[in-house]
């Protein structure tokens, strides 16, 4: 059985629009990324997966350690729902949020807040001021991990932290080490331009030649600068934690020294934006059917909703993938609409009005925020379903 028919077979009882998530392909790709990180742990990267029981599978298996949340209301919900060892990667300002961390003594010990100026120390003090009894508040440092060249005009990489060097490193653990009311406990430093962007993508020669210079270069360079800057700061004080990568450079970042952790998410569902890595390759984890409601034309077969584009530069690349069956693809006039989507191709012929299309997202965790619940599927049933943050009333971003 093929798995347009068995994912068929399985969901046949259900209306769509629905998600599903394959268990077998989410094991084997956990299984690929473990493999890859070589021995060091991942954390688990929550944007990515947006399912407090998918998370809670993935946890329980070998070589998965805590959580890398991307907010702090999110890291307090997960901490008061069992979870440990919360990393929130992204600054906070929730001035609610930071008052319950400094109040609660489970959750200012398991979650850990980012930052990368004194401005951040000095909100969290004046937003909890009022707080009797006051925890102390768990620090971990971001570090620009960008790729620059010709003298600063080339720049590959997110812009996230000003700190770069080991000195200016060096310079704010000196000042929080001497700050009341908080402890640095790891350094974080994330290589987008690497873990983020496919090295293969496909029909475009020179921009992948681009893309793999970019890519060896900045990785020579992020080996020597993390190395100086971790050394700089473990001067200052004892860390915890020393955190880089994505699914996209796992077993690249694992081979640095300097790094205790690797953060990875997507890779468990392996979105369409994943297809496009040389070093590596995955499952189609989580999909989405949506039902076939009419067709306007011979050839032409349209479905219920559809508009569900990834975040990022624009593009048709954030759009989702017409997975199943193969050979759909979009109107370029309409793409995937608001309400409605039709797809032209071979496929459209042979499909009927009840069928259903089965898509992919183009990145991962996103997808939860448009279902309330995900189907878990194992050979050619439902096993399970289980409810993602939306279904639980809970939408952080
Ligand atoms: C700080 C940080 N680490 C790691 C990742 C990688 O996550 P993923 O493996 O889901 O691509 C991201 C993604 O944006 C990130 O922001």
């Not at 559809?306 to 017409?322: E, H, K, M, T």
């Not at 069928?355 to 049933?381: N, P």
Request: overall charge neutral.
């Amino acid at each position: 059985m093929d798995d347009l028919q068995r994912y068929n077979r399985a969901t046949a009882h259900l209306d769509p629009p629905f998600a599903v998530l394959d268990l077998p392909a989410l094991r084997a790709n956990a299984e690929g990324m473990l493999h890859r990180a070589h021995g060091k742990p991942i954390r688990v990267a929550s944007k990515s997966i947006r399912s407090r029981a998918v998370l809670e599978r993935i946890l329980a298996m070998d070589g998965f350690t805590g959580i890398m949340a991307f907010t702090l209301p999110e890291a307090l919900w997960l901490v008061s729902t069992g979870m440990r060892n919360v990393l929130v990667a992204y600054p906070t300002v929730d001035r609610a949020a930071l008052t319950e961390l400094a109040a609660e003594p489970l959750a200012a010990r398991e979650i850990t807040i980012m930052v990368d100026r004194i401005d951040h120390l000095d909100l969290v003090d004046s937003a909890v001021a009022g707080v009797h009894d006051r925890q102390e508040i768990r620090l971990c440092l971001d570090i620009d991990a960008g790729y620059l060249a010709f003298g600063g005009r080339f720049r590959a990489g997110v812009r996230r932290s000003p700190i770069r060097e080991s000195d200016q490193a060096a310079d704010l653990a000196t000042q929080i080490a001497k700050r009341p009311g908080f402890r640095l406990v790891g350094v974080m430093a994330y290589e987008a331009q690497i873990a983020g962007v496919g090295d293969d993508p496909p029909g475009k020669p020179a921009l992948t030649r681009a893309i793999r210079l970019m890519q060896t270069r900045s990785q020579r360079e992020l080996i020597t600068r993390r190395g100086r800057i971790v050394q700089a700061v473990r001067q200052i004080t004892d860390l915890e934690f020393v955190n880089g990568g994505g699914t996209g450079s796992i077993e690249k970042t694992a081979r640095e020294r300097a790094i205790t952790e690797i953060a990875a998410g997507s890779g468990f569902f392996h979105p369409r934006l994943f297809d496009f890595y040389r070093g590596f390759g995955g499952h189609p984890a989580a999909l989405f059917a949506l039902p076939v409601v009419r067709r306007p034309a011979p050839g032409v077969v349209t479905v219920l909703g559809g508009g569900y584009p990834a975040s990022g530069a624009p593009g048709a690349d954030r759009l989702p993938q017409p997975y199943l069956p193969c050979g759909l693809r979009y109107d370029p006039n309409e793409g995937a609409g608001e309400v409605q989507t039709p797809l032209v191709g071979q496929a459209a012929e042979d499909l009927r009005t009840g069928d259903r299309v089965w898509f992919r997202h183009a990145k991962a965790g996103e997808l939860c925020e448009r279902f309330a619940g995900l189907h878990l599927i194992d050979g050619d049933r439902v096993v399970d379903e289980v409810p993602t943050y939306r279904g639980e009333g809970r939408t952080f971003l």
